[in-house]
Each structure stands twice: as structure tokens, then as C-alpha cells.
């Protein structure tokens, strides 16, 4: 599998990612606002303070989905032996990305699951190489291959 292609698709999934954040920022929104001309009381502004928080949150969701997106563009995605950032690592029949962290996506009849540089199985992956083996979580893997 070419690496650009896996690295076009993590790209395309983060841009719905962030296209879906934004429109549900947006509409929560443009619900919540208080108006100047309607007649507002203490349980409207209770509402509106809780409101505040929840609109906070949908916008860190906005701020998360723009770093990981600029996390991926600037993954060079070229070939690799060792585990590190962008490299493709097959273990026990799975294909993990060095990436971002994401839902698992099936790109060319195989399934991926990306992974970031704060997970803590990529703590005990970086750096090994094909062949090497480790156990996480009372099961043993072996790198059966990286690209």
C-alpha cells in the first residue's frame, strides 16, 4: 500500500472531522444566544452560562481536530524500518499508523488503526524494528513488517 495514499485518507477523515465540529459549534451557536430584545430572567442566564461551557468545549474539538490535521501534513510519510512517526507497522495481522489518534479506517481492502506518539503501546514500539517482539496488556506481538 502507498504510504501517501494512507496519509490522504487521515488527511480527508480529519477534515470531516473538522468540518462536522465546526458546523456543530456553529448551530449550537446560533441556538444559544441570548437576545437584546427578549425579556430575560435568572434561569435564562443560568442557561447561558452552562451553555458557555459546552461551547467551549466544541470549540477545543475545533482547536484538537486543526492540530491533528497539521500534525499529518507535516509527517513525511516516507518509508521506514524503524517504528517512529508515519511509519506503517504490521503486528499479529494489524497495521497500525505512527499518526494521530483516530477510529480504525479500511483503505485498499486492509483495516489501519492510527495511533499517536502518545500512546502507550508507541512507548514500547519506537525505535524496534521488523522481526523485534514485545508484550503489551499480557499479550505477546511480533513487527512483522514496516514501510
Known sequence: ???IEIKKALI?????NLDHASMTHEDFLSQ???KRDDVIDFDDRSHYKESEGLANSLDHQIHEH????KTLENIPFTASTVVEPGAVIC??????VVAVAKPSFILGGHHYLPIS???PIYKLLEGKKKGDRFSFNGRDFTISDIY
Not at 486543526?66 to 490535521?69: I, P
Not at 503486528?91 to 497500525?96: A, K, P, T
Open 66 to 69: 486543526e492540530a491533528h490535521l
Open 117 to 119: 506518539t502518545d500512546a
Open 1 to 3: 500500500m502507498d504510504k
Open 91 to 96: 503486528l499479529n495481522d494489524r497495521r497500525m
Open 32 to 34: 444559544n444566544q441570548l
Open 12 to 16: 480527508e477523515l480529519e477534515k470531516n
